[in-house]
């Protein structure tokens, strides 16, 4: 099965101008982002898709390959959609493309082929990770994105809320009972499934939750979660950048 790893890069970040070309450790994030997805060996080909010809630019000078996509993007689906459209002419037999998060510079390359492994099942459309929440402060904050699933693994809810919201009493994160996943922002797509959803208008719920997987989830696709024990570092902010210091120093 070919894989194509598409890496969105936007310079325009609303909270972060500028985010991929920050240096960590001596490396561009974006550089970094990429680094780790070539380590993943279930991916055929890694792209960075961009809007902006610095980045571009910087991603050809380290040795990486890099594609200028539209500016008027709403979406990193969208543009990944495109970077497709870009580079699939000489690429005519990928099954699977892999959206991977632009703002996590040390992503464990097994969290990609966790994601394309969910692919085995031929009904798969859509893929993506859950992670166990442990810190109850998570359970709160609306930056973290929670989700349930059923027991086949198919993602019922998305939302910035505490779900399961445990109506009488409380019960301690980490319950083996009602236990509480945030979502890891990466998304497998079979091919033909990601030149559909382009094609949906913004739905009601995503529009509520400011969450782009609900407009799939009302439109009836269903996404199948792996859940995954390694940790990840989302660079959303500057002050992020002061937490990544403080967990790696």
């Known amino acids: 099965m070919k894989s ?9 970040s609303t909270r972060f101008p500028g985010k991929p070309l920050i240096v960590i450790e001596g490396k561009s994030m974006i ?54 459209e870009l580079v699939q002419e000489g690429e005519v037999d990928i099954e699977v493309v892999v959206n991977i998060q632009g703002d996590e510079p040390f992503i464990n390359p097994e969290q990609i082929s966790e994601v394309i492994r969910s692919f085995s099942y031929s009904n798969t459309a859509i ?30 809810y ?50 509520a939750e400011s969450l782009e997987q609900l407009r799939w989830l009302q439109n009836g696709f269903e996404i199948y979660v792996c859940e995954t024990n390694y940790d990840s570092i989302s660079i959303d902010t500057p002050a992020d950048l002061l937490k990544l210091s403080n967990r790696r120093g």
């Open 4 to 12: 194509l790893g598409i890496i969105p890069a936007r310079f325009d």
């Open 127 to 156: 893929a993506t990770l859950a992670r166990r929440i442990q810190d109850p402060e998570s359970l709160k904050d609306p930056n973290v994105v929670k989700l349930v699933f059923d027991h086949r693994h198919r993602v019922l």
């Open 31 to 84: 550089r970094r982002v990429y680094e780790q997805a070539r380590k993943c060996l279930d991916l055929s080909r890694v792209v960075v898709a961009t809007d902006h010809e610095g980045i571009l630019n910087h991603v050809r000078e380290f040795g990486g390959e890099a594609v200028m996509t539209a500016s008027s993007h709403k979406t990193g689906t969208e543009r990944c959609a495109e970077a497709l």
């Open 158 to 207: 998305f939302s910035r809320s505490e779900i399961p919201y445990v109506r009488e009493g409380s019960l301690p994160v980490g319950n083996r009972e009602i236990p509480w996943f945030e979502h890891v922002g990466i998304y497998g797509f079979r091919k033909t499934v990601l030149q559909e959803l382009i094609r949906l208008p913004v739905s009601s719920l995503e529009r």
